[in-house]
T-cell receptor, first 114, second 116 residues
Framework: NAGVTQTPKFQVLKTGQSMTLQCAQDMNHEYMSWYRQDPGMGLRLIHYSVGAGITDQGEVPNGYNVSRSTTEDFPLRLLSAAPSQTSVYFC?????????????FGPGTRLTVT | RKEVEQDPGPFNVPEGATVAFNCTYSNSASQSFFWYRQDCRKEPKLLMSVYSSGNEDGRFTAQLNRASQYISLLIRDSKLSDSATYLCVVLHNGGNYGGSQGNLIFGKGTKLSVKP
């Protein structure tokens, strides 16, 4: 199994550009989520999904959209990039959102918005 | 008050030392607790779950005090490879979607550096 994969690993955007961060998992996990990690802030939940067709907002959803058309994929869209969205983005998945709490993280995408 | 608070460190210790990390959480309804480990520029990985009775995994011991809303992690006989940031994580079990219900809440992490 590849686990959780994310692309791209690095990205530089100009203010106002849009892009999609890709996330895929091959473990048949129902629960998938997106976090951002900023220095001194810890990991913060952006959006999450408990299954195909079901998404919901986390702690910091503004400026981001998600969709979940399949169990495997959970892309994160930045609608109009802002410098405040410069961060490291992690995608994670697990068997069940209120289960063991063992979430499997992807390697992250380092995004810089200039 | 932040939901999950940790001492940011860094903790600089020699090899072989015993080091303890503490964490407090604010939501008394929290049901599940974990320690994750994050190496520099890598993704977080589950280190161990924390149970009410306390639990041990080799050199690592985790304790939970529900009355004080306090979680701890003890590392004995520190190794160079233990150098990392340790994240205290709380799961708010709940039936509703949205916000923090049913999702993991991460502390900011405590950085450990083990020196030769």
């Amino acid at each position: 199994n590849a686990g959780v994969t994310q692309t791209p690993k690095f990205q530089v955007l100009k203010t106002g550009q849009s892009m999609t961060l890709q996330c895929a998992q091959d473990m048949n996990h129902e629960y998938m989520s997106w976090y951002r990690q900023d220095p001194g802030m810890g990991l913060r939940l952006i959006h999450y999904s408990v299954g195909a067709g079901i998404t919901d907002q986390g702690e910091v959803p503004n400026g981001y959209n998600v969709s979940r058309s399949t169990t495997e994929d959970f892309p994160l869209r930045l609608l109009s990039a802002a410098p405040s969205q410069t961060s490291v983005y992690f995608c994670a998945s697990s068997y069940y959102r209120t289960g063991t709490g063992e979430q499997y993280f992807g390697p992250g995408t380092r995004l810089t918005v200039t | 008050r932040k939901e999950v608070e940790q001492d940011p460190g860094p903790f600089n210790v020699p090899e072989g030392a015993t080091v303890a990390f503490n964490c407090t959480y604010s939501n008394s309804a929290s049901q599940s607790f974990f320690w994750y480990r994050q190496d520099c520029r890598k993704e977080p990985k589950l280190l161990m779950s924390v149970y009410s009775s306390g639990n041990e995994d080799g050199r690592f011991t985790a304790q939970l005090n529900r009355a004080s809303q306090y979680i701890s992690l003890l590392i004995r006989d520190s190794k160079l490879s233990d150098s990392a940031t340790y994240l205290c994580v709380v799961l708010h079990n709940g039936g509703n979607y949205g916000g923090s219900q049913g999702n993991l809440i991460f502390g900011k992490g405590t950085k450990l550096s083990v020196k030769p």
